[in-house]
Structures are given as structure tokens and as C-alpha cells.
């Protein structure tokens, strides 16, 4: 495998304006996922930005950035334009999407993500972490995966992506962690197809890639990364890089 980890990153958020650019330990939040991106060593790392006030923080920093339209409908789409973008040759073909609000981002997530890649029968593989309480597995924030898991094993197959507390009864349920990497084909499938029922019931785009029979494997991980979608967030954000400093 050959992998570029592409960061996407626009300032429009609802709950939390100019994100990217929030102030954590005198720093913007994108420039410390970036740092963590790069602290993985799984290979060339490029920020996909919205806007250009993001481009020229990362630049400024010695990092990699490219401009995409700021109207792409998602954070996958703008991951593509960015591949399309830096690397018309095709020399990556495996693409690792990094979500550009994981300040606190464990670098050697990104190295197991792409275990379930060495599988060629797996188009996407994404994290799974275990949910040990159950407010947690009934938190509509907290994505769940019906995970067909065999015991002793680390990788197991997605079934089903929900923001429901699945699987019903007394087993193990599975936190998702949303970060993925795709084989580059996968990746160009994927943004092509159409916006599926379930993608939008769910407002979850990966239910896009199950309903066209893609196989999302997930390499189970013992941290779960925490993203900062509000103010509140990006003040526990602050207080937990301050710990760790």
C-alpha cells in the first residue's frame, strides 16, 4: 500500500463557526490534527481546504494544502478533489480520510486503520470502539455498528452503520470512529453514486457504500478520538491538550 492521508477542512460549521481556526494551546485546532497526521509516519499528508484562510495556516507551517470548492457536499467529496488534485498520476492508491476536528487524534490510529486494507475483498476500512456503557450506545451522536466480529480476532465486517443502540439484546455494541481509507477505486465508486434512502434517514454517508454491496471492514482500536462539533467541546478539547503539554 501506498497511502496519503488527505485532511478535509472548511470553515461553515453550524455550531461552531470558523472551527478550524479555534484557538487550542495558542494554536489553531487544524494545525494540531495535522501535526498528529503527520506524527503517524503512514505517508504524505495534505490538508483539502474549503477556504483560504485554512490553506494559509497550514502553508505557513510548512504543510501541504490545496484548495477545493467550498460547495462540495461533504467532506469525502473534497477529499477527492484534493487526490485528483495533488496526485494526477495515480502514484496513491490507498487514500486515508482524516476528519479535521480530532485535535486529541492518537497517531497510531491511523496506522491501524489500514489493517483491514491487507484483505483484498475490502473496499473501505474504518474503526470500531468497544461501548461499555450504555448511555453511550443510546447517544444519538455516538455512530454504532452491527460488527460480525469473530472471537479472538481484530477486524471484523460492518453490517450495518446506525445512530440507533444496535444490536438489540445482551452483545458487545460498537462505537465507530469515522475515520476511513479507501482503495482509490473505492473511494471514486463511492463519490459517484447517488445519495442513498438510508444515507439520509441516518445521516450517515457510509450506509451509501453498504447499499452498493461495498465491503467496510473495521479494525477494532481502544481509544476513541474526540471531536469538538461545539463550544462546549472545544473548551474540553482545550483542557485536555493542556493535560497532555
Not at 484557538?23 to 477556504?51: F, K, N, S
Not at 473495521?218 to 473548551?235: I, M, Q, S, W, Y
Request: glycine residues 6%; hydrophobic residues 45%; contains cysteine.
Amino acid at each position: 500500500m501506498n497511502p496519503l492521508i488527505v485532511i478535509p477542512s472548511r470553515m461553515k460549521a453550524t455550531r461552531l463557526p470558523n472551527k478550524p481556526l479555534a484557538l487550542i494551546a495558542g494554536e489553531p485546532m487544524i494545525l494540531h490534527v495535522w501535526r498528529r497526521a503527520v506524527a503517524a509516519g503512514v505517508g504524505p499528508v495534505v490538508v483539502a481546504c474549503g477556504d483560504q484562510e485554512i490553506f494559509d495556516v497550514i502553508t505557513a507551517s510548512g504543510g501541504s494544502a490545496v484548495m477545493t470548492d467550498p460547495d462540495l457536499p461533504s467532506g469525502s467529496d473534497r477529499v477527492y478533489a484534493a487526490v485528483t488534485t495533488v496526485d494526477p498520476d495515480r502514484d496513491f492508491d490507498v487514500i486515508v480520510n482524516v476528519q479535521g476536528d480530532l485535535p486529541t487524534l492518537e497517531p497510531t490510529v491511523l496506522q491501524k486503520v489500514l489493517a483491514p486494507l491487507e484483505n483484498p475483498a475490502v473496499d473501505i476500512a474504518t474503526l470500531a470502539n468497544a461501548i461499555h456503557d450504555e448511555q453511550e450506545a443510546q447517544e444519538k451522536s455516538v455512530v454504532k455498528i452491527a460488527l460480525a466480529l469473530k472471537d479472538g480476532e481484530t477486524i471484523g465486517r460492518a453490517l450495518y452503520f446506525s445512530r440507533a443502540a444496535i444490536p438489540t439484546g445482551d452483545i458487545q455494541r460498537w462505537h465507530h470512529i469515522g475515520i476511513y481509507a479507501y482503495r482509490r477505486a473505492s473511494l471514486e465508486r463511492f463519490v459517484g453514486l447517488p445519495v442513498h434512502p438510508l444515507e439520509k434517514s441516518e445521516s450517515l454517508e457510509q450506509l451509501r457504500a453498504l447499499a452498493d454491496d461495498m465491503r467496510i471492514d473495521c479494525a477494532v482500536v481502544h481509544t476513541t478520538p474526540f471531536g469538538v462539533d461545539t463550544p462546549a467541546d472545544l473548551e474540553k478539547a482545550r483542557t485536555l491538550i493542556h493535560k497532555t503539554n
